[in-house]
């Protein structure tokens, strides 16, 4: 019966066929272990030759690294495996034979491994970070399905920007100019104004010159947008959903985790509420903790980011930014007109900001002076300007960066190992 390696535990005791990649192989005069993976998990065959014979135990001693099998064997438990099986291999097909495998299993460096990251992306670890990435995408659209809020895909070429025009890329459209999205905010306020509660899920783009362990040129964002919900509900909304990712992952991702080294204890305090700091009282805290130089109405980088989330052990939200490093959007706060009604969500153990977002401007007037202020004179945002002329309301939202997230989730170092193929400064192959 064919089957595949993750279901292989209801198969105890019968045999099976399973198509897999030898990943890694040992073997003796008498018995070869090879590591197969399929794409759903890994498991461990074993061939031993007094069962299988001189000619298929000489064929399994042979295989190479990479090559591509059916292989047919009865299912055994085994508690020291991560599936709680292995399987005793009765035969072998070859499929195809590698030659050379490059990415062997000594080490490798990190400019190699990108150069190969069309292969790499086989390995055990690089396996775990994309399952996790698809898990997480995966509890994101059902945390938004089941709270009722529908899904809108914003354009990606586009005459206007959200966050600036200085990290844009920019492309011809016929004979006009067209910017590739870096947020999709913007037409996302509209779909609010038209379905009420919805989310938007895809690439953004930001001609960044920044070399971070926590920036991409291409990443993929989530970016919900609400009508009739002001800036505390949003952040209760926002405790909610990544209370939501984070238990998902630790629930349905266990072997995941566990073959990434993830410390989970750490993960599984991730659970609304999260502590929340005023900037005003981060300014505080970095003071008290070293930041000589910083001062108010300076913008956080990560060091700031990072010694402000080491005094919690959730995610923490920094409120009520000064409105002269947001965007032109945010809304001030009634009390207090220098800052805005913003949070940035900080991910815990140095990970930094995952979630940007923000209570919008309603009012047209001081929407109109923001757009002086800010030379919006372009015809591209006449549209958003008139949201707020025609049944405007509070609404508020925010974007979750995909691949921060994941980082974090899974405890890798580098925002490049958590997209299947990162587009980075300098880097654009594969
Ligand atoms: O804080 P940002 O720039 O916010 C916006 O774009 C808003 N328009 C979102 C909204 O309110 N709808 O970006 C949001 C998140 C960041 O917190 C971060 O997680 C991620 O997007 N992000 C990046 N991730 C990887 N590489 C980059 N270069 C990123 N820039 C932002
Ligand atoms: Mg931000």
């Known amino acids: 019966m064919k089957t595949t390696i993750n279901k292989l535990s209801e198969h105890v005791g019968k045999t099976v066929k399973i198509g897999a990649w030898l990943s890694n192989k040992r073997s003796s005069g008498k018995i070869a272990f090879l590591q197969l993976r399929d794409g759903s998990g890994f498991v461990q065959g074993v061939v031993v030759k007094s069962e299988v014979g001189d000619e298929i135990f000489a064929k399994a001693k042979g295989l190479t690294q990479e090559s591509s099998l ?18 005793e291999v009765t035969d072998v097909e070859v499929l195809h034979q590698a030659v050379d495998y490059p990415i062997t299993p000594k080490e490798h460096g ?43 895909d914003p354009p990606i070429l586009t005459g206007s920007s959200a966050e600036g025009t200085t990290s844009l890329f920019h492309t ?9 999205s870096q947020s999709g905010q913007l ?53 909610q959903f990544i209370s939501h990712i984070v238990q998902s992952v630790i629930t349905r991702c266990e072997n995941e985790l566990k073959t990434l080294g993830r410390d989970i204890s750490k993960l599984e305090n991730v659970k609304a509420p999260f502590p929340r700091v005023s900037y005003d009282d981060a300014i505080k805290m970095l003071k008290e903790k070293g930041f000589d130089d910083i001062e108010w109405g300076d913008d956080f980088g990560a060091p700031h980011e990072t010694a402000i989330a080491e005094s919690f052990d959730k995610p923490v939200f920094i409120t009520n ?18 800052v805005v009604l913003c949070a940035d969500l900080i991910a815990p153990e140095g990970y930094g900001e995952i979630i940007g977002g923000s209570q919008r401007i309603d009012d ?67």
Do not use: C
Request: aromatic residues 14%.
């Open 70 to 87: 059916y292989v047919t064997g009865m299912v055994k438990e085994d508690e020291r495996s991560a599936l709680g099986v292995e399987l």
């Open 364 to 430: 047209l007037a001081l929407m109109e002076q923001r757009y002086e202020e800010h030379g919006l004179t372009d015809d591209a945002y006449k549209w958003y300007l008139e949201l707020r002329k025609y049944g405007s309301v509070p609404h508020s939202g925010f974007g979750l960066g995909l691949e921060r997230t994941v980082a974090w989730i899974s405890g890798a170092e580098h925002v490049r190992e958590t997209i299947p193929f990162p587009r980075l400064l300098n880097r654009l192959y594969p």
């Open 321 to 338: 930014y000064p409105k002269d490093i947001k965007a032109f959007y945010m809304k001030p706060d009634p009390n207090r007109e220098d």
């Open 172 to 180: 011809k459209y016929f004979e006009e100019d067209a910017y590739l």
């Open 110 to 152: 990190t400019e190699f491994l990108m150069d190969h990251r069309h292969l790499w992306i086989r390995s055990k670890r690089q396996h775990a970070i994309l399952k996790i990435r698809n898990e997480i995408i995966h509890a994101v659209n059902e945390f938004f399905y089941n709270n009722d809020f529908a899904k809108v």
């Open 187 to 239: 037409y996302m306020e509209a779909a609010a104004m038209a379905l009420g509660k919805v989310y938007s899920f895809g690439p953004t783009f930001r001609a960044e010159k920044s070399k971070t362990r926590r920036h991409l040129i291409e990443f993929w964002m989530i970016e919900p947008e609400m009508a009739f919900v002001e800036h505390e509900e949003s952040l209760e909304i926002q405790e």
